[in-house]
């Protein structure tokens, strides 16, 4: 791709982006959100037209002036949110809208056969007849990639593949991706976690604010250049987090079970402490804080707020309590994206503006401003969609909107997913500023390099139960990994 | 970006240029009939159901482009039974509150099965739709119940003295109190307005252009005086006309200024955040679905009012022109957006084709095929405007 450029109304998405794949490589494409990654896969993919620039394949100049064209071309996306028919089995998904015909009619025994043969070819452990519905998300992206495969696809675009599927899994998928690039399938791969790079990776370009800014050799660059590139300064400090004595026992849970995926789970928090919660996806940590928040009905287990047993049955219960749940899925879970900031920020505080029929709007807007301040949000206006903010803006104001409640015991369940290099270390300065104050956060967080540096201390789950709680003295990712995988 | 900002404002006045496009066009079609004092007056008092019904309506639709298909056969309903009481002796008030009642216990009905278990609204509504209409059969014996209670039809504005009386003014041709009401009204509007922006800008709050607010003020205020103008001409202010207001104005405040307001947008932009955030989403939906059984009967009432008696075909056809008034006024089909003035003005437009094509004489089945068509096309601009945005 040479000199792409795309023009939003009133933006620049792109300027003179140019990105060059070599066959059988993995090509990282780094930089914060907003920085015009999607935005250059989707005019690779025909999704956008491109205003200027030029695309070559293997020497040949081609034009992509939509989907199709892109199809034929050799190009093939996975995209983040997985694009599968639940209700189809995986032969039909992988065979969609180009079944094999007997006639006119399908032949559904050619294509199971088919498809089962893609599958097995790349060893992957899953049965062409089954519903895509019953399969896990790694399960489905694998399908994905056979999918894009079965196309004969030279060039893969794979926009954060491991950001929701678990360690184990990410493993199989780096198997299958230098499994294709074995055979010469180049690859393009989106994704903000760093350590992945030096896995996977053959060369990574950086790009900041729709420009490029520069391609290296993985094997030849490091961790802090990278990111140095990505947020066009030095960020010295990623990480904040000063170390103090916690306080007392503030929370104390025992033997939680929600009798599916958490089984049991007995912890304690400190006041002043991060904890964290370490452990691969579907281990039950999030379930786990649900009982507590009393979204899971009926679970079992006991729960003690400053040494009293309470009884938390319901979300207003664990509020009453002064426990706060930033959720893990943002989007689904948290965000009215098409309400202003101001509405999105005191949801939760109704109350204390709107007495009976009256409402204080001064107030309100007061409140909103106050955690617009303190966590530097940037939004013009408190009146701005939340739709319409960055992913680490949009986090900003669900964490507001909770401290809002003045919680003692703040949850959050990934905070830092999404969220740019810049946002995250200024999420992390906030945590740590929010401790200090003597508030106690747990923090449910997959990225290693994240719990390790942020919390006191560390507990890790595997299918349900905690198996071992770590010092940050002695924690290290091998360590935790073992207790994760037992 | 200046032609952004051009573009912004057109989408938001969009339906009241499209409002003044087909008010002209009809004054154009019908040689300016549709703006004569005594069809201004009719478009209030015949459409009276459509403002009362759409603003339930667009609670319904907040809470997640939920739909109530129901209202028509409620409307007959609790006309019905209310017509069928007084046929017998029973008082107005009793009366009244009885056909409240049911309108409540149908609202309990729906709103049960759509937020307790889970019955999608659509189907809920649709044998209530069936149900209802087929009791307002048996109610009325399948036959005309005439209405003869006098306080009844006054104050729910039927018959010929369903106006609020000249107290001012002794003139047989100029109703006083009704211009007087209007220029009470607009002082009201503008010293509102001008509070708020006083307000906001105490407060270091960025405000519209001071251009664009005059002008929709001078509009706004314009328009009410000219109403208002029109209608003391002809027999003053119609009792109709104080329960639109009346209803407009608690729910615009409902919609705005309460919790439970809050909650119906909450619920309808993301139903999981909301659970999440410890609101009982079942009584917000639950809530939306009995105030519409209320304000279905309140609709019943003003009909049976109007027309002085219940028939068992009365109300067919308004869960159409309720569902059409709020997605022409800017409710999402989806749920989360749409608001109690957008309502005002989708109603006004649905009200003004219905008169318009009837003044012009139009045959009843082309009358629908119309409606239908300018359904679609509103409901086209909200979703191509917001591809555009994307």
Not at chain 1, 289 to 299: A, H, P, Q, R, S
Request: aromatic letters at 8%.
């Amino acid at each position: 791709m040479k000199k792409i450029t795309k023009r939003f109304p009133g933006v620049l998405a792109l300027n003179d982006v140019s990105l060059t794949l070599k066959a059988g490589e993995v090509h990282a494409l780094l930089g914060e959100n907003g920085a015009g990654k999607s935005t250059l896969i989707k005019v690779l993919g025909g999704i956008y037209i491109a205003e200027e620039g030029e695309i070559y394949i293997e020497g040949q100049k081609v034009t992509i002036d939509g989907v199709k064209a892109a199809q034929e071309n050799g190009i093939a996306i996975i995209h983040q949110e997985l694009v599968l028919v639940p209700h189809m089995t995986v032969a039909e998904n992988i065979f969609l809208g180009r079944e094999p015909m007997s006639g006119h009619f399908v032949n559904s025994k050619k294509m199971t056969e088919d498809a089962q043969q893609l599958l097995d070819a790349y060893h992957m452990n899953i049965k062409a007849d089954m519903l895509v519905g019953k399969l896990t998300i790694a399960q489905q992206q694998m399908v994905e990639i056979v999918k894009a495969i079965s196309f004969n696809s030279k060039i893969l675009v794979m926009d954060e593949p491991t950001s929701s599927i678990s360690d184990k899994e990410v493993e199989f998928l780096f198997a299958t991706m230098r499994n294709l690039t074995a055979k010469g399938v180049g690859i393009i791969y989106i994704s903000h976690k760093m350590s992945e790079l030096e896995q996977i990776c053959d060369r990574v370009t950086v790009m900041r604010d729709g420009e490029y800014v520069g391609t290296k050799v993985v094997k030849e660059t490091n961790k802090d250049e990278l990111i140095a590139m990505m947020v066009g300064r030095e960020l010295t400090n990623y990480y904040t987090r000063d170390f103090l004595e916690p306080g007392e026992v503030v929370l104390q849970c025992s033997h939680i079970s929600d009798g599916h995926m958490a089984k049991d789970a007995s912890f304690e928090v400190r006041k002043g402490e991060i904890v964290g919660f370490a452990g691969l996806v579907g281990a039950g940590r999030s379930e786990v804080m649900k009982c507590i928040f009393g979204l899971t009905k009926g679970y079992k287990g006991e729960i003690y707020i400053d040494g009293k047993k309470v009884e938390i049955k319901s979300p207003i219960d664990a509020m009453k309590y002064g426990i706060a749940l930033v959720p893990e899925d943002r989007k689904q879970e948290a965000l009215y994206k098409i309400q202003s900031v101001r509405y999105n920020s005191t949801i939760e505080v109704l109350g204390s503006f709107i007495k009976g029929i009256f409402v204080d709007n001064a107030k309100e807007e007061e409140i909103t401003q106050r955690y617009i301040d303190m966590l530097s949000t940037k939004t013009p206006t408190q009146d701005q969609l939340v739709g319409n903010l960055s992913g680490g803006n949009q986090q900003k104001v669900v964490i507001g909107r909770w401290l809002a409640t003045d919680p003692r015991i703040l949850i959050l369940d990934e905070p830092t997913r999404g969220v740019d290099v810049g946002a995250k270390s200024e999420i992390y300065a906030i945590m740590n500023e929010l401790v200090k104050k003597g508030m106690s956060i747990i923090m449910i967080s997959s990225e290693l390099p994240e719990i390790i540096n942020m919390s006191d201390r560390i507990y890790v789950m595997n299918e349900g139960n905690i198996t071992g709680c770590l010092d940050r003295h002695e924690v290290s990712q091998e360590s935790i990994m073992k207790l994760a995988a037992n | 970006m200046e032609k952004n900002k051009t573009l912004a404002s057109l989408q938001k006045y969009a339906m009241i240029i499209a409002l003044i496009i087909v008010v002209a066009f009809f004054y154009w079609k019908t040689g300016g009939k549709i703006l004569l004092p005594q069809n201004i007056n009719n478009l209030i008092s015949q459409n009276a159901y459509v403002f009362i019904l759409a603003t339930g309506m667009l609670l319904c639709i907040l809470t997640g482009g939920n739909i109530d298909l129901s209202v028509g056969s409620v409307v007959c309903f609790a006309g019905g039974v209310g017509a069928s009481l007084m046929d017998k002796g029973v008082n107005t008030w009793v009366a009244v509150l009885a056909m409240l009642g049911i309108g409540l216990l149908v609202g309990i009905w729906h709103g049960f099965w759509i937020a307790y278990v889970k019955v999608p609204p659509f189907i809920a509504t649709l044998a209530g739709m069936y149900a209802f209409r087929g009791l307002s059969n048996v109610v009325l014996g399948g036959m005309t119940v005439s209405i003869d209670d006098e306080t009844f039809i006054n104050v729910f504005g039927g018959g010929a003295n369903c106006y609020v009386p000249d107290l001012i003014g002794n003139s047989e041709t100029f109703n006083m109190t009704c211009m007087v009401a209007g220029i009470v009204a607009v002082v009201l509007f503008i010293g509102l307005q001008m509070k708020s922006r006083i307000n906001s800008k105490r407060r270091g709050y960025e405000t519209e252009a001071f251009t664009g607010v005059l002008v929709k003020m001078i509009i706004i205020s314009a328009v009410i005086l000219w109403a208002a103008f029109k209608l003391s001409n002809y027999k003053g202010i119609p009792t109709a006309l104080i329960w639109i207001l009346l209803v407009l104005l608690i729910y615009g405040y409902v919609t705005t200024k309460t919790r439970m307001g809050r909650y119906l947008y909450a619920v309808g932009g993301n139903e999981k955040a909301t659970r999440l955030s410890g609101i009982n989403t079942k009584s917000v939906y639950f809530f939306a679905y009995v105030n519409m059984g209320l304000l279905a009967a309140l609709a019943g009432i003003l009909t049976v009012a109007r027309a002085t008696s219940a028939q068992p075909t009365y109300g067919q056809g308004y869960e159409m022109d309720a569902i059409g008034a709020c997605f022409i006024g800017g409710a999402s089909a989806y749920g989360g957006i749409g608001t109690v003035p957008g309502v005002v003005v989708g109603a006004i437009l649905m009200g003004v084709i219905n008169q318009g094509m009837s003044i012009m004489g139009m045959d009843a089945n082309y009358q629908k095929v119309v409606k239908g068509l300018v359904l679609l096309i509103a409901v086209i601009f909200d979703v191509v405007t917001k591809k555009e945005k994307k």
